[in-house]
C-alpha cells in the first residue's frame, strides 16, 4: 500500500466517523445560541455571545461585500486535514470555482480564507489545532480576532503545515489584506472587546 493509499483510506474513515458524531449530534438537544463542532475528535459546544457575533458578522460582512454572498459561509461543517476535524468556522471564504463532494459537503481544498472569534473556552484550538489543520490545508488567510487581547492575529504563507508569517493588528487598526487572495481591507475600528 501506497502513502497516498493510506491517507486516502484514513480521511475516508475520518470522515465516516464525522458523519456519525455529527448525525448524533444533530438528534441531541443542543441549546440554541450554542454552536458545536469536533476538533481532533473532540467536541466543542460553546455559546455565541453578541461581542462573538457581532465581530463575525462584520468581517463576514466585509467579505462578502467584496465577493458576493454565495461564496461565504458561517458556521458550516467543512471536514479539514487531521484527526477527526469536522471544523465550523466562524467566517470561511471559498474560491470561485468550489463544489460540494459528492456526500454534499464543502471540500477544505476550495477555501481561500478562514477567520475565527476566540471563546474564552476554545482559544486553545483557534490558535492550536485549527491553526495547525488550515495550514496543513493550505488555507491562504486565517485572521484570528481576540476580542479579550483587543488584536487580531492573521496568518499567511502556508507552508510544510505551519504559516510562515504571523501579523499582529489591535482593534482600530486596519488589516491590509490586499496582495493575498482576498485582496481587501478588513476594518477593525468597530469590532467590540469583551471585558
Same mark, same amino acid.
Given at each position: ?6 491517507r /486516502?483510506?484514513?480521511?475516508? +474513515? ?18 440554541? !445560541?450554542?454552536? @458545536?463542532? /469536533? =476538533?481532533?475528535?473532540? @467536541?466543542h ?6 461581542? $462573538? ?10 467579505? +462578502? +461585500? %467584496?465577493? !458576493? ?5 458561517? &458556521? ?6 487531521? $484527526?477527526?476535524?469536522?471544523f465550523?468556522?466562524? @467566517? #470561511? *471564504? ?5 463544489? %460540494?463532494?459528492?456526500?454534499?459537503r464543502?471540500?477544505?481544498? &476550495? @477555501? ?18 485549527? *491553526?495547525l ?5 493550505e488555507?491562504? =488567510?486565517?485572521?484570528? #480576532? &481576540? ?5 487580531? $492575529?492573521?496568518?499567511? =504563507?502556508? %507552508? ?15 488589516? &491590509?489584506?490586499?496582495g493575498?487572495?482576498?485582496?481587501? =481591507?478588513? %476594518?477593525t ?7
Amino acid at each position: 500500500m501506497t502513502v497516498l493509499e493510506d491517507r /486516502i483510506k484514513m480521511a475516508d +474513515a475520518n470522515t465516516e466517523r464525522l458523519d456519525q458524531w455529527f448525525e448524533r449530534l444533530e438528534r441531541m438537544p443542543v441549546p440554541e !445560541g450554542f454552536r @458545536v463542532e /469536533i =476538533v481532533g475528535g473532540n @467536541v466543542h459546544m460553546t455559546p455565541q455571545r453578541d461581542t $462573538h457575533w457581532a465581530i463575525i458578522f462584520r468581517i463576514a460582512g466585509a467579505v +462578502a +461585500a %467584496k465577493f !458576493g454572498m454565495d461564496r461565504v459561509l458561517s &458556521d458550516v461543517r467543512i471536514d479539514f486535514p487531521g $484527526h477527526e476535524n469536522g471544523f465550523c468556522p466562524d @467566517v #470561511a *471564504k471559498l474560491s470561485d470555482s468550489a463544489k %460540494k463532494d459528492d456526500d454534499g459537503r464543502w471540500r477544505y481544498e &476550495d @477555501v481561500e480564507f478562514v477567520a475565527e472569534v476566540i471563546s474564552e473556552a476554545t482559544a486553545a484550538n483557534d490558535y492550536g489545532r485549527k *491553526k495547525l489543520a488550515y495550514a496543513e490545508a493550505e488555507v491562504p =488567510v486565517y485572521v484570528i #480576532a &481576540d476580542p479579550y487581547q483587543g488584536r487580531c $492575529h492573521v496568518y499567511t =504563507v502556508p %507552508k510544510d503545515g505551519t504559516y510562515a508569517t504571523e501579523t499582529r493588528v489591535d482593534f482600530g487598526t486596519d488589516i &491590509d489584506l490586499t496582495g493575498t487572495v482576498v485582496d481587501l =481591507v478588513l %476594518k477593525t475600528e468597530d469590532f467590540p472587546r469583551d471585558r
